[in-house]
């Protein structure tokens, strides 16, 4: 199976909304509401920041939000801030396996 | 307060084995279903492999480039969730995580080199 399709990178202005899409297939995003995303700083460990499509772990920012339609996934980060700054994760269930996506590196302005 | 807590990564040759050891706290693991996800240097995530909840029967399955060499396995009494891995390859140089819906682990750093 393949890994998911992001865009290698997103940009915004403080204060604005961006979203960044995953991509799978029918056999994966599509198939499963077991969509993650995840934040990591340069040298880092990744910070989970949505799981089951849209949920929000304890502590993070509602300003992040998580959406899905057919085969793919959104993540839209509203009201950017400077430390929003990083590189950002789709993961997704797909049966016996999990997929990641390759990644989207997200740029303050 | 939930924490996963990485261990046993090192410098192994080709052809070794190591163990890594993921330290549970402030949930208990078996209810969970947990992965191990690594990152070589410079590059994206890679998803290793995952263990099931109790509740949904406990097995594991593996990605393809470590499908027969890794193992993974939970200890119910410690609370802690292992990696074994055997017949490293250079290519599985990476930091290492542990991570569920609870969150990730710091990561450990696994070099193979001769």
């Known amino acids: 199976q393949s890994a998911l399709t992001q865009p290698a990178s997103v940009s915004g202005s403080p204060g604005q909304s961006i979203t960044i899409s995953c991509t799978g297939t029918s056999s994966d995003v599509g198939a499963y509401n077991y969509v993650s995303w995840h934040q990591q700083h340069p040298d880092k460990a990744p910070k989970l920041m949505i799981y089951?499509?849209?949920n929000r772990p304890s502590g993070v920012s509602n300003r992040f939000s998580g959406s899905k339609s057919g085969n793919t996934a959104s993540l839209t980060i509203s009201g950017l801030q400077p430390e929003d700054e990083a590189d950002y994760y789709c993961s997704s269930h797909a049966g016996t396996t999990t997929l990641f996506g390759g990644g989207t590196k997200l740029t303050v302005l | 307060e939930v924490q996963l807590v990485e261990s046993g990564g090192g410098l192994v040759k080709p052809g070794g084995s190591l163990r890594l050891s993921c330290a549970a706290s402030?949930?208990?693991?078996?209810?969970?279903?947990m992965h191990w996800v690594r990152q070589a240097p410079g590059k994206g995530l890679e998803w290793v492999g995952r263990?099931?909840?109790?509740?949904?029967?406990?097995?594991?399955d593996y990605a393809a480039p470590v499908k027969g060499r890794f193992t993974i396995s939970r200890d119910d009494s410690t609370n802690t969730l292992f990696l074994q891995m055997s017949s490293l390859q250079t290519e599985d140089t990476a930091v290492y995580y542990c991570?569920?819906?609870?969150?990730w682990g710091q990561g450990t750093l696994v070099t193979v080199s001769s």
């Open positions: 991570h569920g819906d609870v969150g």
């Open positions: 402030g949930f208990t693991l078996n209810n969970a279903w």
């Open positions: 263990i099931k909840s109790k509740a949904n029967g406990g097995t594991a």
């Open positions: 089951d499509v849209s």
